[in-house]
């Protein structure tokens, strides 16, 4: 019995010590992963322009540029209780959004997300 007993413990100590070595190769793989990626983001880091910060606005805004033609388009919809007038204006690669939203209980007007005037909207959208 004292024979097996001592057979069981050798037995699990190899386990124990066969995991240990998985769990080091293991640990090792991802230190050297962690290290590619950050060289990687460095070097991206290092490539990338220092002109000046873009807006998440103005990459969308270059977006809707490529998707729609130059000048004004003019789109409508219901949303609900809504009517909602959508004007996209290009000028170049830059476009704006508007947005004239007409409800029971007012009309509001939008560029970009922002809330603007009527004669905003107005000016910018129709001359």
């Given at each position: 019995m004292e024979e097996r007993g001592r057979a069981q413990a050798e037995e699990k100590r190899r386990l124990v010590e066969d995991e240990k070595r998985a769990r080091e190769v293991r640990e090792r793989?991802?230190?050297q992963q962690s290290q590619e990626s950050r060289a990687q983001a460095q070097e991206r880091l290092a490539n990338t322009t220092v002109d000046q910060p873009r807006a998440?606005?103005?990459?969308?805004?270059?977006k809707l540029a490529q998707d729609?033609?130059?000048?004004?388009?003019?789109?409508?919809?219901?949303?609900?209780?809504?009517?909602?007038?959508?004007?996209?204006v290009v000028n170049g690669n830059r476009a704006d959004e508007y947005s004239k939203v007409i409800a029971k209980w007012g009309t509001f007007y939008f560029k970009n997300g922002q809330s603007i005037t009527e004669y905003i909207w107005?000016?910018?959208?129709?001359?």
């Open positions: 793989r991802l230190v998440f606005s103005d990459m969308n805004r270059s729609y033609p130059p000048g004004v388009t003019e789109e409508s919809y219901t949303e609900g209780n809504k009517v909602i007038i959508r004007r996209v107005s000016r910018e959208t129709e001359g």
